[in-house]
């Protein structure tokens, strides 16, 4: 078999052979395969494209190319849960929680932020003590204890999805659907769960810009758990906005804190108890309603949360943080950004918002840069809320006052206030099953 053969096959519009896909995959992951022509191979398909079959077996091909996760030892239903990725995306150690508190088991490995967006690992590291980087058997233990672990990547999961992701970066073939269906789609798999909830984020804040671009992303993911026997179902929801009011990695943790006592933002809370809903349901604990009313209820009974505190405790975090927020590394600076006319806020550039939270600190423009906990966005307006000019929309927390000036400026690039007040806009899109 030859690689140019296969870039051909695949410029001419020809569907590629398991056979072919694995010669590709196992010949780049061991270094045969020079990046030139896979790149070549990745701009065919970007503009071919992958039917499903093709698809399911690159997921399964690039899967394969490293350690697999197995969670067999572990007793009950595994449930995983992956976020494209956004502005303000706590939902993961909201839901988590929910659902472990009601006997599903949630073994999951998460990323740190990426760009624009925050990451899961990052947001536990805020609480003091943390451990997010765990042996497998110790992270298998708090999964046997408590239900849940959340952890970040660890061992060689996914070698093809390294190289492929750096190169795709570079070689402008990342906004393919099959590429970025395959690319996450393999990590979940490799991670060992029986059912896969997807949360396909859409708007100005996500990968996906539009709803319909990410219902075919979503149809793709759910198409490839179908054919390799993973139970999955995809969540459009929205990207529009920053998810919830606080952006940057402490501020979350104490908003994760009041989702879970009942006293969270409502959009927040309501996407988090469809997501822990449709897991419940992956999990066969009932029809959709009756998985709400679960999930409304662990919240109301306070299990969720003190679930939380024993995953926290379970994994070296101080919990004293969870119950009394002042106990946080307070930021040096506190500034208030005000609103510059009157009307009320109609749209905000979310990308924008999530790169002045990057500005203030709470984020890496570096891989190595070190993240500040403290620092980030306190939005004290949403979209469709009133504002008269210089009242305060939201607050800012960082180490200096000349970040919070930068970052202000970007803010304000970002904030659109009109004055007629903005159509309503659902939280959740859409779900593909
Ligand atoms: N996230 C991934 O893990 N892979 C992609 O290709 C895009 C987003």
Known sequence: MRMYDIIAKKRDGGTLSDEEIQFFINGYVKGEIPDYQVSALLMAIYFKGMTDRETASLTMCMANSGETVDLSSIDGIKVDKHST?????????????????????????????????????????????????????????????????????????????????????????????????????????????????????????????????????????????????????????????????????SLEIMEVCRTLKGQGPEDLTEICLELAANMLFLAGKGGMQECKKLARRQIDNGEAFAKLKEMVAAQGGDTSVLDDSTKFEQAKVKYDVPALSEGFLYSMNTEQCGIASVELGAGREKKEDSIDFSAGILLRKKIGDYVKRGEVIAEFYSSSLDKCKQAEKLFESAVFIHPEKPEFVPIVHGRVT
Request: charged content about 20%.
């Open 85 to 249: 990725g956004g502005v303000g995306d706590k939902t993961t150690l909201i839901i988590s929680p929910i659902v472990a508190s009601l006997g599903v088991r949630v073994a999951k490995m998460s990323g740190r932020g990426l760009g624009h967006t925050g990451g899961t690992v990052d947001k536990m590291e805020a609480v003091p003590g943390m451990q997010t980087s765990i042996d497998r058997e110790k992270f298998f233990d708090i999964v046997r204890k408590v239900g849940v672990s959340v952890i970040g990547q660890s061992g060689n999961l996914v070698p093809a999805d390294k190289k492929l992701y750096a190169l795709r970066d570079v070689t402008a073939t990342i906004e393919s659907i099959p590429l970025i269906a395959s690319s996450i789609m393999s990590k979940k798999i490799a991670a060992g769960s029986d059912c896969i909830l997807l949360d396909v984020k859409t708007g100005s804040g996500a990968f996906m810009k539009t709803v319909d671009d990410s219902i075919r992303l979503a149809q793709a993911m759910v198409a490839i758990g179908e054919h390799v026997g993973r139970k999955t179902i995809a969540l459009i929801t929205d990207m529009d906005r920053p998810l919830g009011n606080a952006i940057g990695n």
